[in-house]
């Protein structure tokens, strides 16, 4: 089917006046640039994911290939003039397996988390992301543990699982203890599993901190421009002797430990200082 001429010059004109708005949009909206650039980070992602898929997959399903994946990704930070500063990296146990555990603020934590990835670490994520397009099987290829968290049932086996798989394969976890994205600048109560996996098996835990997006990111105003994020990684925590008894006290007291470094390094210049002065800010969030 041809089109007439008169369509054509329609076509023509709608496309003079996307290209006309589109940079107005840029340059006179912010929302709209906070639009562009999610919009823009998600497909790049899953489009980085359609590169990453046939060479994970000579692998298969395996640790390894969350490397891949890592290299893949870690020039994100540099489209978006996002800072990355890592200390503490020396904290990381250099040969046995441990559980991670990190705050959890937006989409944009997958960027300090390539930063600082160690080797043959997965992160575990909701049962979601696997049908996420490319990027699922992409998550899947790369070894990451997707849990169901509406079966508790299901989520507790998995677990168990997870904690036989840290001690035969040498394998490392990465996991939210929030349970949720925290778009508050703050740090909401810890979900406990990440801790009864740890002390089931007999590993460490290291806490690692990122510092707030909120000089250069926020959900609630739409803005999105560049900056810095600290990543601190903290000491590990035994848990040698540790029985599931000791379970809430232990996430309790790396939850402290943990706000008290979040404090820190979102006042200093690097991490969302003016928003945490603020009333209802991080200066404000109650233990």
């Known amino acids: 089917m041809e089109l007439w001429p008169g369509a054509w010059t329609v076509l023509l004109l709608l496309l003079l006046l996307l290209l006309f708005l589109l940079p107005t949009l840029w340059f006179c909206s912010p929302s709209a640039k906070y639009f562009f650039k999610m919009a823009f980070y998600n497909g790049w992602i899953l489009f980085l994911a359609v590169l990453a898929i046939p060479v994970c997959a000579v692998r298969g399903r395996n640790v390894e290939n969350m490397k891949i994946l890592r290299l893949m990704l870690l020039h994100v930070k540099y489209l978006y003039g996002i800072r990355v500063e890592v200390r503490g990296a020396h904290h990381f146990p250099p040969s046995q ?109 290291v806490p690692i901190v990122m510092s707030s997006y909120q000089d250069f990111y926020c959900k609630k105003e739409r803005r999105f421009t560049s900056g810095r994020c600290q990543v601190r990684v903290l000491p590990p925590v035994p848990t040698e002797g540790l029985t599931p008894d000791d379970v809430p006290a232990l996430a309790d007291r790396v939850r402290h430990s943990m706000l008290t470094i979040f404090r820190e390094i979102s006042t200093d210049g690097r991490g969302g200082g003016d928003y945490l002065k603020k009333p209802g800010g991080m200066g404000e969030a109650r233990l």
């Not at 991670?100 to 944009?108: G, K, T």
């Not at 930063?115 to 049908?131: N, T």
């Not at 543990?145 to 509406?150: A, L, M, Q």
């Open 97 to 205: 397996p441990y559980v991670v555990v990190s705050n959890h603020q937006s989409s944009l934590d997958l960027l300090g988390m390539m930063e600082v990835l160690p080797g043959r670490c997965v992160p575990i994520a909701k049962r979601e992301l696997l049908w996420a397009g490319s990027a699922g099987l992409a998550c899947w290829l790369a070894g990451v543990i997707f849990i169901d968290r509406k079966r508790t049932g299901d989520a507790i086996s998995v677990m168990s699982e997870v904690a036989q798989t840290l001690l035969t394969q040498d394998v490392r976890v990465w996991v939210f203890p929030e349970g949720t994205r925290n778009h508050n600048g703050s740090m909401l109560p810890f979900k406990r599993g990440a801790f009864h996996l740890a002390v089931q098996a007999q590993v460490p835990i």
